[in-house]
């Protein structure tokens, strides 16, 4: 078990740029989630996975943000045309099938849009 | 809709003493509940969840909550603060099959 991991760590970009994130999670898992945490704020949730179905999305996944899980296995998250409200740490984790199952996160990616 | 409210953004305890750690949450169904510590520049590690059963759960690094339906309180605690405490803590509910909503968060201090 190596955990979930996220690539880039931090990002920075300016406003107007596209942006990809890259989500590795727990190789076992079947489940994929995308949170946002603002400052100072809990975790949002924004959307996740069952294998590569993309099962259900927040409101707060605005038409320039699109999600993917080609084969089951890692995520990407990509925003297009970048906000500086959309300066955040974006958040990942996995977990087995199951309301009760424990959601495993990774470290995070901050993204600082000037 | 579940909320979740955790009283408090800021705690402030010596080390040695008791850490507690207030969350309250709204939801119209049994919930499934669980507590997150997030040190800097981390991400969050579970430290307990309670799904059914034992409403006392115990979690790791010597936490504990309990789950009290009738007052809708999740609460966690620590008998003897230790410095590596120090973390922000989040409760979070799930009721849905798949999201998790947190509270604010309550950043811990222990003083030496």
């Known amino acids: 078990d190596t955990g979930v991991s996220q690539d880039p760590r931090h990002k920075i970009t300016k406003r107007g740029q596209n942006v990809t994130f890259r989500c590795d999670p727990i190789?076992?898992?079947?489940?994929l989630y995308w949170y946002r945490q603002t400052l100072g704020q809990g975790p949002e949730f924004l959307t996740y996975?069952?294998?590569?179905?993309?099962?259900?999305k927040s409101r707060l996944l605005s038409d320039r943000f699109s999600a993917e899980r080609p084969k089951g296995s890692f995520s990407t998250l990509e925003i297009q045309r970048t906000e500086q409200g959309d300066s955040a740490m974006y958040l990942c984790?996995?977990?087995?099938?199951?309301?009760?199952?424990?959601?495993?996160f990774g470290p995070g990616t901050r993204l600082t849009v000037l | 809709a579940q909320s979740v409210t955790q009283l408090g953004s800021h705690v402030s305890v010596s080390e040695g003493a008791l850490v507690l750690l207030r969350c309250n949450y709204s939801?119209?169904?049994?919930?499934?509940l669980f507590w997150y510590v997030q040190y800097p520049n981390q991400g969050l590690q579970l430290l307990l969840k309670?799904?059914?059963?034992?409403?006392l759960v115990k979690g790791i690094n010597g936490f504990e909550a309990e789950f009290k339906k009738s007052e809708t309180s999740f609460h966690l605690t620590k008998p003897s603060a230790h410095m590596s405490d120090a973390a922000e803590y989040f409760c979070?509910?799930?009721?849905?099959?798949?999201?998790?909503?947190f509270g604010a968060g309550t950043t811990v201090t222990v003083r030496a």
């Open positions: 984790a996995s977990s087995t099938r199951g309301q009760t199952d424990t959601q495993y």
């Open positions: 190789s076992e898992h079947n489940r």
């Open positions: 996975f069952q294998n590569e179905a993309q099962l259900e």
């Open positions: 939801s119209s169904v049994p919930p499934y």
């Open positions: 309670y799904t059914t059963g034992a409403t």
């Open positions: 979070a509910v799930s009721e849905d099959d798949y999201k998790l909503s």
